[in-house]
């Protein structure tokens, strides 16, 4: 995958815009003994989309119950606007929800599902008719107000969930997982269609789901989680080039990952080729990684004499895939492990079980320790 472009986190404007959304202090839930979300801390910016990435089991999606107030917080605070909710019911915390799983009533129509909330609020009936179709429009589904859910396509359900979720104009709107269960070519057209959404209504969204290009793509920033902790927070393209722990730079985005032993067997008369002078002794330690995006790494014949300033270590090629706007080469590492690199033009000779050159600039490696030390660019 090509390095994310992303622009600076929206700024919706007005006196708003530097003020709290969200904000966890401490947070922490517990089952028993076991912490499955343990001390966290974040503060999120009114009109900011943060996503919660992580694998299951990470933390995050009991983290957006808690928000949500499903789910009760062991120790630690919620604030949602500056107001503490973490002992207020969900139905008082000015949120609105989306699930994976859309959750519609089958017995009401598209119009009747976006009406519900408004109809437990006590909204005149004039004006909850000219909110839900204000929602619809949004949401591109008002030819669909007189049909019921089981008439709908998961996107059009999905979508419905949507309009529902913000008809009322909540504070914070939450989505677990939502696109989850529906097709890439969908999945990819609901993706821009929520960032548009985002851009028009100026409600915090935050957003839970386990997919890194989702996350990538859609986020103002992203915190990674992982058994129970957020190890780095930080715009989509901070954590793409300056990964501060080794799970994170493996998590988000693909890489190639040298490891010290594979240095130290470059450098060996078995290996064939060494690596530049630069950096050698920096990642020695089998402790230590070298972590390089597949677009910075270039392969050569392995005869190649290596570029002045640059890293190299030989490597064997297992596939070559054809993207259609690029070559992507599944590798083969000195110490068995499997690498990757991304070329916009096919690289010559570099063919299924062909030994190669696999070759860097020092300046696009962060180096990174397997006990989660700190991340540094090689200089």
């Known amino acids: 995958m090509s ?59 009991t983290t957006l119950s808690m928000i949500a107030g499903f789910t009760q917080v062991s120790n630690g605070n919620i604030e949602i606007h500056d107001r503490s909710v973490a002992t207020v019911p969900p139905h008082k915390r000015d949120i609105g929800m989306v699930f994976q799983n859309y959750a519609l009533f089958p017995h ?14 006590k909204i005149a009936k004039a004006e909850r008719a000219r909110m839900v179709r204000e929602a619809l429009e949004m949401v591109h589904m008002t ?32 989505m677990d997982e939502p696109l989850g269960a529906l097709d890439k070519k969908l999945r990819d057209w609901l993706q821009s269609e929520i960032k548009r959404i985002h851009l028009e209504v100026q409600s915090t969204f935050l957003y839970v789901t386990h997919d890194q290009e989702e996350a990538l793509s859609l986020s103002d920033r992203i915190a990674v989680f992982n058994n129970g902790r957020i190890e780095q927070l930080g715009t989509p393209q901070e954590l793409y080039e300056s990964p501060s722990t080794l799970f994170v730079g493996t998590f988000v985005g693909d890489s190639t990952l040298v490891r010290g032993a594979s240095f130290a067997a470059a450098g060996g008369l078995s290996a064939g080729r060494t690596v530049g002078p630069q950096g050698l002794s920096r990642v020695t330690e089998a402790s230590a990684a070298a972590l390089i995006r597949p677009e910075k790494l270039a392969l050569l014949p392995a005869d190649s004499a ?40 096919e690289a010559p000779g570099a063919v299924p079980g062909a030994t190669m050159l696999a070759v860097w600039h020092p300046s696009d490696a962060v180096i990174l320790s397997d006990d989660g030390g700190s991340g540094e660019f090689l200089t």
């Open 143 to 174: 030819d669909y107000a007189d049909r019921t859910p089981s008439e709908l396509s998961g996107g059009q359900q999905q979508r419905v969930a949507l309009a529902r979720a913000l008809v009322y104009n909540p504070a914070v709107l939450l």
């Open 306 to 345: 290596l570029p002045d300033g640059s890293c190299g270590i030989q490597v064997t090629v297992r596939t070559a895939t054809y993207l259609g706007n690029a070559w992507r080469y599944e590798l083969s590492l000195p110490d068995g492990s499997t690498g990757m690199a991304k070329t916009e033009s």
């Open 108 to 121: 009401r129509t598209v119009a009747g599902n976006v009406a519900f909330p408004l109809e437990r609020r």
């Open 3 to 61: 390095a994310p472009t992303h622009s600076a986190p929206a700024q919706p404007g007005g006196p708003e815009t530097d003020t709290l959304g969200v904000r966890l202090t401490g947070v922490t839930k517990r089952y028993g003994d076991k912490a499955v979300v343990d001390d966290i801390s974040i503060d999120i910016r009114r009109g900011e989309f943060v996503t919660f990435l992580g694998p299951s089991g990470s933390g995050k999606t």
